[in-house]
């Protein structure tokens, strides 16, 4: 099975362009096989594609060296020229323990006979009539037929906005399937998320899948209905200037590169980034939330509710992933029981008390500073598509305990104490000592979570790198299991698990 694309008429400013925009989506595993006769382009095309992937200096043809290795600031890039391939030659190249780990693009892949693997993506090229213009034909095999369909979508979007002949900028993405782009022209520039619709998964408890339990946003209409809401507040959720819900496409207000993380390593002070961010929380806490939220052109999103079982199937997931990472075996039923025992009094209490609009991922790596802006416009937030409608203090928690930067107990006395001030003033209902109690909680939950996720990354997707911040997030959960309404729950992890402070290796 196979899907194909034909571009007529493509001149070297359009050339470079499906350079630009192929690049975006290519991964290490990746091979790329440019045909055609003498002088249809490949070599350029080739050129741009590398210069694309942000290899620099000078690209040379490969010809009679066969391969050119380099370097590229996302992976490795073979650039081949099989022009002059023999058979004897093939072998020695040693390619076939080079293309899993790196992207692989071939000049005359026809010289390699049988070689070439199944799962590719062939680009045939060749003149026109009509000088410095050519007719390319993308043909994606295996794996590359769903991804050349997307990669035209993709390309098809672009082109219906006012970004149709901008430049495309690689943005390195998070953990998810989301990936990024920076769109730019001369006067101005809107980044690009691609979001595909995510499978649902297998079924973990009562027939769903974990995306479902826990409410995970599987499309963008999410992320257009609550951005709306935020800026309908007065809040800095980026505009957004195009959408396609079906396919999962939009283009949205380039905030700048000031991320949290970047300013502080910048010698921003942190309470002169906190301060405002817990002022948007006091924002967001001192309005009702809507359950139905307007998205244009569309039925209205309803904004799911943080319930107890969702918050427990997070929670899970220190028994799921963390606890046999440790033990080097999976977790025994009768440790599991106990603590689901413990948690399900506690996240029945907390899902019904105090709920505002949530965004679920308010922390460093999705907070901009946007310091040319007024009052609260001077936090970006970039990452809302999983909100829900839950305590408030999740959000606060998500902050002032970053799972990916240290932030000081003192700091989060402060703030937090700053935050309950402004809420008692502003609300007489509002209790700090219950407040206190609901932050332990989901400061528990969400510091547990986070420990199970990062082994999930670890042992099933191979991103070891998420690991170095374990240690952080246990000294967090140490700080949260400490207060007194939790003793029960403290008991079983300090029976269960290494002192958080002293964790071991994970047998990962």
């Not at 073979?78 to 002059?84: A, I, P, S």
């Not at 507040?233 to 993380?261: S, T």
Request: net charge negative; aromatic share 8%.
């Amino acid at each position: 099975m196979s899907a194909s694309w034909s571009l007529d008429g493509v001149d070297l400013v359009e050339l470079d362009r499906l350079a630009q925009r192929l690049a975006l989506v290519l991964k290490p595993g990746d091979l790329i096989a440019l045909s055609g006769p003498l002088g249809a382009g490949k070599t350029s095309f080739a050129r741009a594609l590398l210069m694309r992937l942000g290899v620099a200096g000078e690209v040379p043809s490969p010809t009679f060296s066969l391969v050119q290795a380099y370097a590229s600031q996302r992976f490795p890039v073979q650039h081949c020229d099989f022009y002059r391939l023999e058979e004897r030659d093939l072998a020695e190249l040693g390619l076939d323990d080079l293309l899993p780990s790196s992207v692989t693009v071939i000049e005359w892949p026809e010289r390699a006979g049988g070689w070439l693997p199944a799962d590719r993506l062939d680009i045939a090229m060749d003149e026109t009539a009509e000088p410095y213009h050519r007719r390319i034909v993308l043909t994606g095999h295996g794996s590359w037929t769903p991804r050349l369909e997307r990669l035209r979508a993709l390309s098809a979007f672009i082109d219906n906005t006012p970004y149709a002949e901008a430049a495309a900028e690689y943005l390195q993405g998070d953990a998810s399937a989301r990936s990024y782009a920076r769109l730019v022209l001369p006067d101005r520039s809107a980044i690009l998320m691609n979001s595909p619709r995510q499978p649902d998964g297998p079924p973990i408890r009562d027939g769903k899948p974990y995306s479902a339990l826990v409410h995970l946003a599987e499309d963008v209409t999410p992320f257009v209905a609550v951005g709306h809401e935020l800026r309908r507040r007065g809040l800095a959720a980026p505009a957004i200037y195009a959408f396609d819900l079906d396919q999962g496409f939009l283009l949205i207000e380039d905030l700048g590169d000031r991320v949290f993380g970047a300013e502080l390593a910048r010698g921003t002070k942190m309470d002169a980034l906190y301060a405002p961010a817990v002022d948007v929380l006091l924002a967001i806490a001192g309005e009702p939330t809507p359950t139905l939220l307007p998205v244009e052109g569309h039925a209205p999103y309803r904004l799911p509710p943080y319930d107890a079982d969702a918050m427990l199937t997070e929670a899970l997931l220190l028994v799921d992933w963390f606890w046999p990472a440790l033990n080097g075996r999976p977790t025994p039923e009768e440790v599991l029981k106990a603590y689901v025992e413990l948690w399900q009094p506690l996240l029945k209490q907390a899902a019904v008390l105090d709920n505002t609009l949530i965004l679920r991922d308010y922390h460093s790596p999705n907070l901009m500073w946007l310091p040319e802006r007024a009052s609260l416009q001077e936090v970006g937030i970039l990452d809302f598509q999983d909100a829900l409608l839950g305590p408030a203090a999740y959000d606060l928690v998500s902050l002032l305990q970053d799972a990916r930067l240290d932030v000081p107990e003192a700091l989060e006395a402060r703030q937090f104490a700053r935050y309950c001030a402004a809420r008692s003033a502003s609300d007489p209902q509002f209790s700090s000592d219950q407040f206190s109690v609901l932050y332990a909680t989901l400061g528990a939950q969400r510091n547990s979570k986070i420990l199970g996720i990062f082994a999930r990354l670890a042992k099933r997707d191979g991103k070891r790198g998420y690991l170095a911040h374990i240690p952080r997030v246990a000294r967090y959960l140490k700080r949260n299991l400490a207060h007194p309404a939790l003793g029960p729950l403290s008991d079983w992890y300090t029976r269960e698990l290494p002192p958080l402070d002293r964790l071991p290796s994970l047998s990962i």
